[in-house]
């Protein structure tokens, strides 16, 4: 048994019971190949939530500090994140980002970049549109319907695959991929 799976089964325990996850949709979700999780964020709970309710293994980027910190920096790259530099572009982030897609693995991303603070879904910036054109995987939106209350049910809702493929046929842009994944997750989320 991995370090990863040891964590995400130690999660799962402490939180299921406390938050009494509700899974919808994991039927859409790929055995097999490169897979974009695309997900609404309203907490910092969300990345463990989408890391132990995927059926599979999920890679997050992490902003670098975390990786000078004491004990994060020997856990953290054992449970899938990398670093990202916050505020500019970080070449070598992107580049992992679509290696870890092409290679058939799965990443968890949160396009709205921050947490919501009304709970509302925001607008996606343009490296969820970025990663779904060029990492050639499946796109699979997600809701994360709360709120994070103890012992009230946190729903976890993936939807189908988002097909892309008219977009990738007239080569839209990562703004316009990005907006229609996010038409996606609020679908989920009014469901």
């Known amino acids: 048994m991995t370090f990863y799976q040891v964590i995400k089964g130690t999660v799962w325990q402490l939180l299921n019971p406390m938050y009494r996850f509700d899974i919808e949709g994991l ?3 790929p055995k097999e190949g490169g897979v974009l999780i695309c ?20 890679h997050f980027m992490a902003k670098e500090e975390l990786f000078h910190m004491p004990v994060l920096k020997w856990a953290i790259p054992k449970l899938n994140a990398f670093p990202v530099k916050r ?10 980002a679509i290696s870890l897609l092409k290679s058939g693995e799965v990443m968890g ?4 970049g921050t947490r919501s603070i009304d709970g509302k879904l925001g607008k996606g910036f343009s490296g969820a549109g970025f990663f779904a054109m060029k990492g050639d995987a499946h ?15 946190l729903k976890v809702r993936y ?4 097909d892309l493929t008219e977009l990738k046929e007239r080569k839209a842009n990562a703004e316009e991929v990005t907006a229609v994944i996010m038409e996606h997750i609020q679908t989920l989320l009014d469901k």
Do not use: Q, W
Not at 39 to 57: E, F, K
Not at 109 to 112: G, K, R, S, V
Not at 139 to 153: D, E, H, N, Q, S
């Open 87 to 96: 505020g500019m572009s970080d070449r070598d982030a992107l580049r992992k």
């Open 139 to 153: 796109v699979i939106p997600c809701a994360i319907i709360g709120p994070y209350k103890p012992f009230k049910r």
């Open 159 to 162: 939807g189908k695959p988002i």
């Open 109 to 112: 991303l949160f396009p709205e």
């Open 39 to 58: 997900a609404n964020h309203i907490s910092a709970l969300d990345p463990p939530v989408v890391g132990i309710t995927s059926p599979r293994p999920v």
């Open 27 to 29: 039927e859409h979700f």
